[in-house]
């Protein structure tokens, strides 16, 4: 038997057992990026091998959380892919005028920056009054982030231009404020978004969505994974509602390509058929 094969086995064990154990299911995740993080793991716990985590996850919570900390993908950014950003803004927002109420449902939003962009975009249409914004996320952490709306002033300066590059109507900074070596997004952007627990693996659906976020989620899932999460957002999207994902994704697969139509070849927003 290779080690390679043996690596392998060792990683669908831990997966196994983090699942059984705590009910957070890695198992259709994409296997070498995950295996990547698992080894990254091993060497920051100086352990041997994968296989002498399983122990310590099983009896361990605060082991545990560690390793979920560093199996969850957390990347995220104000207006991240400035030009996807404008797309919405000009193929999306007219359609949402139409509607007398707008649900927003932000799967897979980690610490919240996504959410609070379209809260931003919504306000700049008229459209925040009316508007419910739903962020999801496995990691609990990450939502005491989003909730609290407290953000780090590094990365504020490109946050603005990510702003300015999207189309902003006005300034970015109308909307936080600055204390000490952080800033706080506004109120009104606050109360209108709604964040809680959902596991994409095996949650439900949310029902009369008119526009879903998910962006660079679906990279880190299987072909399988992939389409039961496009069917879902399926699901929960009204007639002629919008999937907004990330540019390095594509709803191009067989079993799901006759549930979403793509704006525009450039375009990384879907409409539902």
């Known amino acids: 038997m290779s080690s390679e094969k043996l690596a392998d086995i060792e990683s669908s064990l831990l997966l196994e057992a983090v699942y059984r154990r705590y009910g957070y299911d890695f198992r259709s995740y994409t296997f070498p990026g995950?295996?990547?993080?698992?080894?990254?793991f091993v060497q920051t716990e100086h352990l041997n091998s994968v296989s002498?985590?399983?122990?310590?996850?099983?009896?361990?919570?605060?082991?545990?959380?560690?390793?979920?900390?560093?199996?969850?993908?957390?990347?995220?950014?104000?207006?991240?892919d400035p030009d996807a950003y404008k797309?919405?803004?000009?193929n999306v927002m007219p359609a949402l005028r139409t509607y007398p109420y707008i649900n927003v449902w932000?799967?897979?939003?980690?610490?919240?920056?996504?959410?609070?962009?379209?809260?931003?975009?919504l306000k700049e249409a008229g459209l925040l009054g009316r508007?419910?914004?739903?962020?999801?996320?496995?990691?609990?952490?990450?939502?005491?982030?989003?909730k609290e709306g407290i953000y780090s002033l590094k990365r504020l300066g490109q946050n603005a231009d990510n702003y300015r590059l999207a189309g902003g109507a006005g300034d970015?900074?109308?909307?936080?404020?600055?204390?000490?070596?952080?800033?706080k997004m506004d109120k009104e952007l606050r109360e209108r978004i709604l964040f809680s627990r959902h596991n994409l693996v095996n949650d439900g659906a949310f029902a009369e969505m008119h526009l879903v976020f998910c962006r660079n989620v679906c990279i880190y899932f299987n072909e399988k994974?992939?389409?039961?999460?496009?069917?879902?957002?399926?699901?929960?999207?009204?007639r002629n509602g919008f999937l907004f994902m990330g540019e390095s994704e594509r709803i191009d697969y067989e079993t799901s390509i006759n549930l979403f139509e793509l704006i525009k070849s450039t375009s990384c927003v879907y409409k539902r058929q």
């Open 34 to 40: 995950m295996q990547k993080r698992l080894e990254a």
């Open 87 to 90: 797309s919405l803004k000009e």
């Open 106 to 121: 932000c799967a897979g939003c980690a610490t919240g920056e996504e959410a609070y962009s379209v809260a931003i975009m």
């Open 172 to 183: 970015f900074s109308q909307y936080y404020t600055t204390k000490y070596n952080a800033f």
């Open 225 to 238: 994974l992939q389409t039961h999460v496009v069917r879902l957002f399926h699901k929960s999207l009204v």
């Open 131 to 146: 508007s419910q914004i739903y962020a999801t996320d496995i990691n609990n952490k990450s939502l005491s982030v989003g």
């Open 52 to 80: 002498d985590m399983i122990p310590r996850l099983l009896h361990d919570n605060l082991f545990f959380n560690r390793l979920l900390s560093s199996l969850l993908v957390t990347v995220t950014d104000f207006f991240r």
